[in-house]
């Protein structure tokens, strides 16, 4: 028997432990937003029921937290993200393994995050950082407090499409669902348990330091890609379409007998670059995953 829904939240979390935290999250939403909805919905229509027998049979409908932590765990079987990393051993030589990151979908999948980041980065960032500003400095009014909840409220949501983001393109598993928050209590309620939860001011953090680096990640990754393909193509661009490169400075041609070691260095260059997004991409997806998913 629970007495209240955070006993059965609690309950749920210690049954889902071994689970990613993302999925945690999730299930903890989603079963909070349906037990407190269902619950008012119980109290109000019966005056005389008890919310503890309310719950007992808001939960028999529902279910146990084992069962539902079951099924949470069928689900998230059948829906790991598409680009996660698989667990076969590779067998390929050290060769293969570099040159085939060129056909490999999560080291694209990187490049384009860290492309995208350059975006991305500067909305996120400069409404993190401006309407901030502006918000914070609106607390001396009284219409400023509830300006700054909705303010908070917007960095959860940006976390969340960030998080949509870095699963569809690092295969890391984030929050699909937002965090449930209760309409029935008051505004200055629900502002303080936003000013109070952690989450909070991390989603905000990271939305801040996602503008630099973002200009990091899609100017340097950027910078890397082009340069690669000039170098690859410098023998046509030189001989044919006279082109110069500018290895050696403005409208500088190079020597014909360097032409094709910097085309093979090209080629090197080009895997190379990926192999750098794909090892950036996943750490910043568990820097990610440690500052957009609730503890």
Same mark, same amino acid.
């Given at each position: 028997?629970?007495?209240? &829904? ?14 990613? $935290? ?32 309310? !719950? ?8 146990? $937290? ?8 069928? !689900?998230?079987?059948?829906?790991? $993200?598409?680009?996660? &990393? ?29 492309? *995208? ?16 500003? +502006? ?6 009014? !009284? ?51 936003? +000013?109070?939860? =952690? ?18 990640? =899609? ?16 023998? &046509?661009?030189? *001989? ?35 192999? *750098?997004?794909?090892? +950036? ?11 957009? +998913?609730?503890?």
């Amino acid at each position: 028997m629970f007495k209240d &829904v955070s006993e059965y939240l609690e309950k749920l979390k210690r049954e889902l432990e071994g689970c990613d $935290p993302a999925l945690v999250q999730d299930a903890l939403s989603d079963a909070e937003e349906h037990l407190r909805m269902a619950l008012e919905e119980a109290l109000s229509g019966k005056s005389s029921l008890s919310e503890t027998d309310a !719950i007992a049979s808001i939960i028999e409908k529902y279910g146990h $937290p084992k069962e539902i932590a079951s099924a949470y765990r069928a !689900i998230e079987s059948r829906t790991s $993200p598409s680009l996660a &990393v698989s667990g076969r051993k590779e067998t390929r030589s050290s060769w293969a393994r570099f040159f085939v990151v060129l056909a490999e979908p999560k080291a694209w999948g990187a490049f384009f995050y860290m492309l *995208l980041s350059f975006v991305t980065g500067c909305v996120f960032g400069l409404w993190a950082l401006l309407a901030g500003i +502006v918000s914070f400095c609106a607390l001396i009014f !009284i219409i400023g407090i509830p300006l700054f909840g909705l303010y908070l409220l917007s960095i959860r949501g940006i976390a969340l499409l960030e998080g949509r983001i870095i699963e569809a393109l690092l295969g890391v598993r984030m929050p699909r669902r937002s965090l449930f928050l209760d309409i029935n209590l008051s505004w200055k309620e629900n502002f303080m348990a936003l +000013v109070k939860e =952690s989450y909070t001011w991390k989603a905000l953090l990271y939305a801040a330091l996602q503008f630099p680096l973002g200009l990091i990640y =899609s100017l340097g990754i950027g910078l890397l890609f082009v340069l690669s393909l000039s170098f690859i193509g410098s023998p &046509v661009l030189e *001989l044919l379409f006279h082109i110069p490169v500018e290895l050696f400075g403005p409208d500088e041609f190079m020597p014909v007998w360097l032409l094709p070691f910097v085309c093979l260095a090209g080629f090197f260059l080009l895997p190379l670059t990926f192999h *750098l997004a794909r090892w +950036v991409g996943k750490v910043h997806g568990k820097y990610a995953k440690s500052m957009l +998913v609730r503890a």
